[in-house]
């Protein structure tokens, strides 16, 4: 998944109510993806912005092994009636950062792919932006000498309605305005945390279809989300 966060500082601090120290020197960027360092608000200090990487490796995995997505329904399948399962609660990578060690991902926007390949731009319809996507964190380190590594992985969810209609397989959690105070709190009661686990809403979201170069180029450029088709 690539993420847009082009808001100003301003903005993000002003919308997630945290503090933005200047030696982050945050600067906007169309293109965020897998493996860079990313403008992070983390359970360990939930009213001031870091950066983390994007992508973490279980604190007890002896191998660096990068995670970029949390799956919700860890490895299982849906019920009958379509209830998402909360596998997440008891994969061995996620069980832990579920309970404790959450964070949210500042976007304006993200990009997904559907089955093809062909990538999506999508937005919030109110253009309220920055919004949050709802993140898992670990530290790691291969040795008890090395410095900790702290990233975080996207939790998601799969796709449905007109996502779904046009391939995209799987969205990330979005946590909702009045929650964003909730996720980061280490010591926030699980039910409230299991609560949050859900769908997004598909009413308030839209997506429209990019150029696969933003699947490949490392670039910061406005262009790579020009739309090449009409909306979802």
Same mark, same amino acid.
């Not at 596998?87 to 309970?99: A, H, L, M």
């Not at 920055?130 to 975080?152: E, H, N, R, S």
């Given at each position: ?44 200090? =939930? ?5 983390y @990487?994007? $992508? ?7 191998? %660096?092994?990068?995670? &970029? ?29 579920i ?16 089955g ?6 999508v937005f ?33 969810? =799969? ?5 779904? @209609?046009? $391939? ?7 946590? %909702?305005?009045?929650? &964003? ?23 308030l ?28």
């Amino acid at each position: 998944m690539i993420i847009g966060l082009v808001s100003s500082a301003e903005e993000i601090k002003k919308r997630f109510d945290a503090r933005m120290p200047e030696e982050l020197g945050y600067s906007p960027n169309y293109n965020l993806r897998p493996g860079m360092e990313c403008l992070f608000l983390s359970s360990e200090n =939930p009213h001031e912005f870091v950066t983390y @990487r994007y $992508g973490m490796t279980p604190f007890w995995s002896k191998e %660096e092994r990068v995670l &970029y997505e949390a799956p919700v329904e860890g490895i299982r399948k849906l019920s009958d009636n379509g209830i998402l399962k909360l596998g997440i609660i008891q994969s061995n990578d996620f069980r832990k950062p579920i309970r404790v060690q959450r964070g949210i991902l500042p976007a304006d926007y993200f990009v997904v792919t559907n089955g093809e390949g062909d990538p999506y731009v999508v937005f919030a319809r109110d253009k309220k932006r920055p919004f949050a996507l709802g993140c898992v964190w670990d530290a790691w380190k291969k040795d008890i000498l090395d410095p900790l590594t702290y990233g975080f992985a996207i939790a998601t969810t =799969p796709a449905y309605g007109e996502f779904a @209609r046009v $391939g995209i397989e799987r969205m990330p959690l979005i946590i %909702e305005g009045k929650d &964003y105070r909730n996720w980061v709190k280490k010591d926030l009661w699980f039910g409230t945390v299991t609560d949050m686990l859900h769908y997004y809403d598909q009413k308030l979201f839209n997506a429209y279809p990019i150029d696969k170069e933003i699947l490949k180029s490392l670039e910061n450029e406005r262009s790579l989300i020009t739309p090449k088709g009409e909306l979802v």
